[in-house]
């Protein structure tokens, strides 16, 4: 999938070609053509997932193709200002008619989704984009209402206090997001959330996103969205107890492949599927793994439906024994017989860890995921970690060791002698032992804060570069 099969303005696509994105992450692909469509929305889906360009990307569209139609003639509101003092009068304060409103539950998400509509509408002359926050001084926040935005980010109390000075006018919205509108409802902003809707068109456009969907949150999504699309994305709750983790550190290219060899020759493996990030490296690795004696076969997207459809019999009869996939081709495969994942590559965002990992595990069974890590990847590893809410144990495997140790405070433990059908591993799923191999030290020591890695929910988080 890509952006322009998304149907996306070329200004916008211009833009996101300049931000380096290459191709819309799960939840772009699934929210944005139904958002052009004009349906409302009730996404499920977390931070780091692309969400802010979920909703945005789609109502900069709609902006643009307006730009295109906009009346050359017509007047804004500066210049009806600039006008009225050249006729010596002192000009009125306007309220800004916003047309498209984004809720947060924090200024720094707000401030976050304001920087990311900077960039996706960089290439678009009229779309302003600008946050009214609590704690910002009244006189910048008057400046900034006078320019009359089309685009305003807030939270929800300060916006409050705007709309009934008068100072803010909603008739004219088109479209409402509420983002990670769980938090703001922690947040007891609830009260807030429903004045503000109220005072909102009915015609409007709105788009829900939080982390789930359950309980006072669903019910406040169904009251206020229209024969909404839900989508439900990967979801962090899901810990995969049946599975367990582990990474290997890698110091190159060579050292990777020994050390995929080997854990593939794993007597408890029954199947395997290891990723790659590219469709070429799916077929140069089964190339290779073939030649070394596995039954290995490749699975992508430029492969014939016919050789996908012959290539996953295979692997369900039982006659391919590691499948080297990509992450949208292996989506959704359900072979009871995989025990193991391997990322040869990590996935490009936390969310696809969380697919792939779930290849293994089917049907209650127990899996293990693997993930061969060079060292500069090791803030990749964290990313997912924050985004998974678990802690991926070090394994070091003798004969295999990398030459350079990780980082502190990730160091290696002895392996656990784990085996698919024993779940008595040395470290529990979401534990993370700190030791050097043969000398155990206590969770918690050596510098980790859990409360300062985990605690963040403060939308920071980012996908990771390319491959
Ligand atoms: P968000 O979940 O919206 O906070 O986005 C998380 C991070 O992913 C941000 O740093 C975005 O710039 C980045 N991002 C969003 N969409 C894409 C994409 N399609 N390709 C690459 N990076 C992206």
Redesign the pocket.
Known sequence: MT?EALGLHSSILKA?TE???????P??EQAVPAALQGRDLMVS??????????FMLPALHKFAEAELEAQPGAKTSNQERQSARSRGERPRFQPAQPKMLVLTPTRELAL??TN?TD?YGSNLRRVRAVSILGGMPYPKQMQLLSKNPEILVATPGRLIDHMESGKINFSQLEILVLDEADRMLDMGFIEDIEKIVEATPETRQTMLFSATLDGVVGNMAKRITRDPLVIQIASAGNKHENIQQRVHFVDDLSHKNRLLDHLLRDATLDQAVVFTATKRDADTIADRLNIAGFAAAALHGDMHQGARNRTLDALRRGQVRVLVATDVAARGIDVPGITHVVNYDLP??PEDYVHRIGRTGRAGRNGLAISLVNHAENINIKRIERFTKQLIPVDIIEGFEPKKTASAPRSARKPGGWKPGDNRSNSKPGQRTFSKPGAPRKEGSGGFNKGSRFGDSG?????FGDH
């Open positions: 952006f996101l931000a380096g994105y290459t191709k819309p992450t939840v772009q889906s977390q931070t780091g997932s692309g969400k802010t360009a979920a976050q989704v990311a960039k490009k965002f939308g920071n988080r980012r996908s």
